[in-house]
Every structure is written in C-alpha cells, then in structure tokens.
C-alpha cells in the first residue's frame, strides 16, 4: 500500500494527501486505515467467545470499507 499512494497520486495528479482522503479512505466509516492491531484485537475477542454458534463465519475488519 506505502508504494501505492504516491503512484495513484501521480497517475491521478493529485496529492498523496487526497488519495489517502478521497480515494483509499473516502469509504470507511471514520476515515482510518484498518492496522495489524485492530485485526488481532477481533481475533483476541472471536477466541475467547465461549460459544459453538460461531463456526465458520466471516468477520470483516475494515471500518465499514469494503471492495466491489
């Protein structure tokens, strides 16, 4: 992702700011990136969960971002 921003702000001319703003965050919920942090806290809270129910499911760690 470090080596995209700046090729999509070239290629769009714009500023790596705006890809960040407008491009890669324009759709997540509260404008941040997902980090390694945020995926093993759910990875933490999904392992202790005293529960069968949840067998197979998927869980999408992306502040409401997803791909089409």
């Not at 997540?28 to 529960?51: H, I, K, Q, R, Y």
């Amino acid at each position: 992702m470090e080596k995209q921003i700046p090729e999509q702000a070239r290629d769009m001319g714009i500023s790596e700011d705006r890809v960040i703003s407008e491009v890669m965050l324009k759709e997540t919920v509260d404008t941040e990136f997902t980090t390694t942090e945020d995926v093993a806290e759910m990875a933490v809270l999904f392992a202790g969960f005293p529960s069968n129910a949840l067998t197979g499911q998927s869980v999408v760690v992306s502040h409401g971002w997803h791909m089409e």
